[in-house]
């Protein structure tokens, strides 16, 4: 299994920044895809961003042109900077990665538990 542990969530006031860390353990497999979902509340999960071995970065709707999403794969860390942060940014952050086994090529999803992040106006 691929174990997922984030950080760097917190509070903040409008038109702050945090740096969210996503530190992956993957004994046996190999990481094809890091990404940063969020679930604000009464909305269902959604895609922040996704970066992959590849190089290939996509972003979507919540945080393009103030959120950058990067990685360090040789710490299969992926980390989420977020700028101009607004009161609707409020939720919850979880780290995802797409990885497969060594030797094997079906892909698994894993999960982080989520970080909190609360932005006050």
């Known amino acids: 299994q691929v174990q997922l542990v984030e950080s760097g969530g917190g509070s903040v006031q409008a038109g702050g920044s945090l740096r969210l860390s996503c530190v992956a353990s993957?004994?046996?497999?190999?990481?094809?895809?890091m990404g940063w979902y969020r679930q604000t509340p009464g909305n269902e999960r959604e895609l922040i961003a996704t970066?992959?071995?590849?190089?290939?970065?996509k972003y979507s709707g919540p945080g393009q042109g103030r959120f950058t999403i990067s990685a360090d794969y040789s710490k299969n860390t992926v980390y989420l900077q977020m700028n101009g942060l607004k009161s609707e940014d409020t939720g919850l952050y979880y780290c995802?990665?797409?990885?497969?086994?060594?030797?094997?090529?079906?892909?698994?999803?894993?999960w982080g538990q989520g970080t909190r992040v609360t932005v006050s106006s």
């Open positions: 995802n990665v797409v990885a497969r086994r060594y030797g094997r090529s079906n892909l698994q999803n894993f």
């Open positions: 993957r004994p046996g497999f190999i990481i094809d895809v």
């Open positions: 970066t992959a071995t590849d190089g290939v970065t």
